[in-house]
T-cell receptor, first 116, second 117 residues
């Protein structure tokens, strides 16, 4: 079974509008971390936001917020006030356990296009 | 924030030659680094976990003799693609995490776009 599922291959959003990118995960670990990364066409991976499994509050970082619903195992990314520069691939990822030796597992990504 | 530097960013090599890619953590120590491969329009797939001072751990299906990983210091891991073939053409990207800090994000290098001709 896939660990991370992103069901939206592509999304369009009007500039200045908000958009939600979906992510569901599968793990039996009690301790895990959820991440969102942005990958522009240059290829670099830009860290956006992190949510720990024990965090009670939804994470927020500027225009990014993470809608964490633990019982549903979902960690959707919400981008508010979209900008043209937000057009990129967005990857949801998970690290299981608390060890630094566990790698991130990525979803297939969602390509976001912001329209002027 | 922490910086991971990857070099080269682009490389074109002839079939049958070897290519070395470096991944450096510039301002932190990383006992563990990870190497990923990304084909066009696909996700990042973990190739191997690089452990300082010990052998790398390879994912199933990744040839360890073809993709040589060396993690000789706490700030440097190298990936060598040996006897490269056109099917090895891909985007390779490394990541590292500060050793002593829990629950932090992994920082990524800029990636290396390898083209084998």
């Amino acid at each position: 079974a896939q660990k991370i599922t992103q069901t939206q291959p592509g999304m369009f959003v009007q500039e200045k509008e908000a958009v939600t990118l979906d992510c569901t995960y599968d793990t039996s670990d009690q301790s895990y971390g959820l991440f969102w990364y942005k990958q522009p066409s240059s290829g670099e991976m830009i860290f956006l936001i992190y949510q720990g499994s024990y965090d009670e509050q939804n994470a927020t970082e500027g225009r990014y917020s993470l809608n964490f619903q633990k019982a549903r195992k979902s960690a959707n990314l919400v981008i508010s006030a979209s900008q043209l520069g937000d057009s990129a691939m967005y990857f949801c990822a998970m690290r299981e356990g608390r060890s630094g030796n566990t790698p991130l597992v990525f979803g297939k990504g969602t390509r976001l296009s912001v329209i002027a | 924030g922490a910086v991971v530097s990857q070099h080269p960013s682009r490389v074109i090599c002839k079939s049958g030659t070897s290519v070395k890619i470096e991944c450096r953590s510039l301002d932190f120590q990383a006992t563990t680094m990870f190497w990923y491969r990304q084909f066009p329009k696909q996700s990042l797939m973990l190739m191997a976990t690089s452990n300082e001072g010990s052998k790398a751990t390879y994912e199933q299906g990744v040839e360890k003799d073809k993709f040589l990983i060396n993690h000789a210091s706490l700030t440097l891991s190298t990936l060598t693609v040996t006897s490269a073939h056109p099917e090895d053409s891909s985007f390779y990207i490394c990541s590292a995490r500060e050793s002593r800090v829990m629950n932090t994000e992994a920082f990524f290098g800029q990636g290396t776009r390898l083209t084998v001709v």
